[in-house]
């Protein structure tokens, strides 16, 4: 039964992660990047929020902060605020399909940050997963151009990529957290906040424009992106006997992106998108295959 509702979990946070990208777009449309981080970040905080009162973990808030408050301000800094910035700016110089293929080499990051922050030895695996990988990252970047090396946007891919590694250091620096996931996760979000609302104000613009479309998208984000979702993949990983079927969904999701990103948009998704992707796919699978043989030693 536990491996029912794990499944059920998982799926569910994969489906839900691979209709992002489609809301990104949607709420770029009319939201400048630092507004849709301020707006999503404060959806987020009170879903959480909720979850943790029902969860009866409100009471760990402040014990959790003031433990270590420095810690967890710089955990803020990192993700949400400049994380979902930087991602946001990508989107909204890219192509949403190759945005999120980019961002998608952020596991192959993280082997690397490893090795240089956690002393985590690199294995000829490694080696070849981020050979496929940043392979698949020039083919999306260059449109299939490899030996021009063209980038119609050097600035949003570059962006992309500086993403992967703030979203690798936030986990490297999650490694040495002790508190609940969720609550933790909350409290970077309360932190980044009142940064975000400063940096909203500074830009000067205005909501007054925003349609009730725009409102929509945006919650939606604050939910599924980064509120909801994180709490469903947390909970089908807490519940299986086998992390690596329940982590493997995940592969599952730029290739559904990619056809929502086509349907509900209309984003032209160039070929040389897709073949990247499975470069990446590729990569990461290739790791996948070196871990779980460490594990089966």
């Known amino acids: 039964m536990n491996e029912r509702r794990a499944l059920g979990f998982g799926l569910s946070a994969v489906l839900l992660w691979s209709t992002v990208a489609t809301a990104f777009k949607l709420t770029l449309a009319e ?22 009162y029902f969860q009866g973990k409100l009471s760990q808030l402040s014990t959790t902060f003031f433990a270590n408050p420095w810690y967890y301000l710089l955990l803020g800094l990192v ?6 910035l930087i991602l946001f700016k990508a989107y909204d110089l890219l192509p949403a399909s190759q ?40 083919v999306i970047a260059t449109k299939g151009d490899v030996l021009g090396m063209q980038f119609d946007s050097p600035l949003g891919v570059g ?16 490694t040495k957290n002790k508190a609940d996931p969720v609550v933790g996760v909350l409290l970077g979000f309360l932190v980044a906040l009142p940064f975000a609302i400063g940096l ?6 205005g909501f007054s424009q925003i349609t009730a479309k725009g409102w929509m998208a945006v919650t939606y984000v604050g939910l599924f992106e980064m509120g909801i979702t994180f709490v469903l993949w947390l909970s089908a990983l807490k519940s299986t006997n086998n992390t690596a079927r329940i982590s493997n969904l995940i592969f599952a999701s730029p ?33 996948q295959l070196k871990l779980s043989k460490g594990k089966s030693v």
């Open 31 to 52: 939201f400048s990047p630092i507004q849709m981080l301020t707006i999503a970040s404060i959806v987020s905080s009170i879903a959480l929020i909720v979850i943790c």
């Open 79 to 84: 993700n949400p605020l400049a994380y979902y």
């Open 99 to 138: 945005a999120q293929a980019i961002n998608y080499s952020w596991a192959i990051t993280l082997t690397l940050m490893a090795a240089v922050f956690l002393g985590q030895k690199i294995r000829k695996q490694d080696w070849v997963a981020c050979t496929f990988s940043y392979l698949g990252v020039v």
């Open 159 to 174: 962006l992309a990529l500086l993403s992967t590694l703030l979203w690798a250091g936030y986990w490297i620096l999650n």
């Open 200 to 205: 909203t104000l500074y830009e000067g613009q």
């Open 255 to 287: 290739f559904i992106s990619l056809m929502l990103l086509a349907t509900i948009i209309g984003e032209e998704i160039h070929p040389s998108t897709l073949f990247g992707l499975v470069l990446i796919i590729t990569g990461l699978v290739i790791q």
